[in-house]
């Protein structure tokens, strides 16, 4: 056996992303404000690349500038060779060459730039970011950090301090200490002794709000609220007690007359038991410490009715976002045999140039791939905008990109976290498109109107005798849809629907 070294020819074809393939990609999957931060990033980065909306901007002296050579622009050794790509989101613009169209401007023949540069904000005017940024909520305090707050107030000694300190780092978000007492001391802190830990675990549990952190299980954590609620009201809490201590099991499995029969309570006391703790108890009591805001959410598009035509019209909520150019002093400069100009500057201008035509071109192939998957969804699902959920069609991804000419990859993308405002509200662009199976005269049903469906079957069952699965699957074969029990059993689970013992009433 020898180990040597020689050289062999070999023919190939590799599919190799280019930079300004990945650059396309990255910017139609952005939602709206996610492109608009990466564009003032690369305002801030990119000195050739400016806005159209300035007050120096505007007038009639705006006028086109000559392209810039090839040959200059795709020298640049930092960037590297550009490939040809077969995904349709990075084909627009692949002449280099080509002056690139102005974003969101109806003439895509001409692009304009600025006739001055470097233009300063007039004195005294605010930043419009450094304002956003001053008007910004402060975040709030974690978990972690409202817990140690309330412990370093406490009048203890110093081990028992610290012994706390590292049990609050074992809580989780819901209040809980999971962790067994052997892995909490196992690598303790100097000075602090298991001791200290045993000591400090019941006086957290006592002395820290909401009532039932750091307790070990869903038992002790009930447990710890009805003795806070005791001190006021004592004699409310002894059938909520008897529940939790002695038959929460059966409590959680809606099996009421087992504990009647059990407890010596009556149907009517056990419901009211029932109540009072849903009402004045919470099984994670660190969810309320946790801030939890409602996220707002930004429109990438508008679906809206046309009165004329009764049609939906599509269009995107971008008018907000800066129009992009590119400024004219420093495309003159990158001119070949520009006099004045050394070529490291040459080539420098030339780079950032070419950049700043690679995002205009991503911009606008976004928009223009956007809308079109745009209305093909808005056609295909106007009985849904129309009339709800349960008329949703089915609208596989695959259909889409073949009716548009192209990959179902760049579909993905394009739907990607964007959200539509319609007439029945702001709804996720991707629940547009879904599976579905046909019902029994062959029209084709979606697997979210077959949900829909089921919860309203739910909601108007008899509560003393709610429907089982398989009581469920007859009804919905009665309807002409046909369904396997694991299908509607999976289905009741993705709509947070407990099984019928649970939901039944007694």
């Given amino acids: 056996m020898r180990l040597n070294t020689s050289t062999h020819l070999r023919l190939e074809q590799r599919m190799k992303l280019s930079p300004r393939m990945i650059q396309s990609m990255e910017i139609l999957q952005l939602p709206t404000l996610a492109l608009e931060q990466r564009v003032n990033e690369e305002l801030a980065a990119n000195p050739v690349l400016e806005k159209l909306d300035s007050p120096y ?40 060459a080509a002056p690139s169209p102005t974003l969101w401007s109806d003439d895509h023949n001409e692009t304009f730039f600025s006739p001055r540069s470097g233009a300063r904000r007039p004195a005294g005017d605010r930043d419009p970011k450094l304002a956003a940024l001053a008007n910004a909520p402060a975040p709030g305090a974690s978990l972690s950090e409202q817990l140690l707050a309330q412990w370093n107030l406490l009048d203890i000694d110093e081990s028992t301090r610290s012994a706390g300190q590292r049990l609050i780092e074992w809580i989780d978000p819901d ?50 609220q009805l003795d806070a609620l005791a001190r006021d009201q004592k004699e409310l809490v002894h059938a909520p007690r008897l529940l939790v201590e002695r038959h929460l099991a059966d409590l959680e499995m809606n099996r009421l007359p087992q504990i009647a029969r059990r407890s010596g309570l009556s149907l009517e006391q056990i419901k009211q038991a029932r109540a009072f703790l849903a009402r ?37 909520a971008d008018d907000h976002l800066p129009r992009l150019c590119i400024n004219e002093v420093y495309s003159r400069m990158a001119r070949p045999g520009e006099p004045g100009v050394d070529e490291k500057t040459h080539q420098f201008l030339a780079d950032h140039i070419r950049n700043a035509r690679w995002l205009i071109d991503a911009i606008e ?25 349960k008329h949703l069609r089915p609208l596989p991804m695959t259909a889409v990109a073949e009716r548009l000419g192209v990959h179902v990859a760049t579909v993905s993308r394009a739907v990607a976290d964007k959200y539509v405002n319609t007439p029945r509200g702001v709804i996720p662009l991707r629940r547009f498109f879904s599976g579905g199976t046909e019902d029994s005269t062959g029209q084709a049903v979606s697997w979210d109107a077959i949900r829909v469906q089921l919860e309203e079957m739910v ?23 046909t369904l396997a029990r694991r299908t509607v059993a999976k289905y009741r689970k993705i709509c947070k629907i407990p099984p019928a013992r649970r939901r039944r009433e007694y």
């Fill in 57 to 96: 901007d505007q007038g009639p002296d705006l006028a086109p500038v000559a392209g810039i050579p090839a040959a200059a622009l795709e020298k640049s050794p930092a960037t590297g060779s550009d490939s040809a790509s077969d995904d349709p989101s990075a084909r627009a613009g692949s002449d280099p």
């Fill in 175 to 224: 209040g809980y200490i999971r962790e067994s007492i052997d892995v909490i001391t196992r690598d303790l802190p100097p000075g602090v002794r298991r001791q200290d830990v045993e000591r400090a675990w019941p006086l957290l549990q006592r002395r820290l709000e909401p009532a039932g952190i750091g307790a070990r299980n869903l038992r002790e954590c009930l447990l710890l």
């Fill in 280 to 316: 004045f108890l919470h099984p994670s009591p660190g969810r309320l410490l946790i801030d939890s805001r409602a996220t707002f959410v930004t429109p990438d598009a508008v679906i809206e009715p046309d009165e004329q035509t009764g049609r939906y019209h599509v269009r995107l």
């Fill in 365 to 389: 192939q976004r928009r223009h791939t956007l809308l079109r998957v745009l209305r093909v969804a808005a056609e295909a699902q106007k009985d849904f905008i129309d009339l709800g959920p």
């Fill in 459 to 481: 909601q108007s069952e008899d509560r003393k005798n709610p429907l089982a699965d398989d009581e469920i699957v007859a009804r919905l074969r009665e309807k002409g849809i």
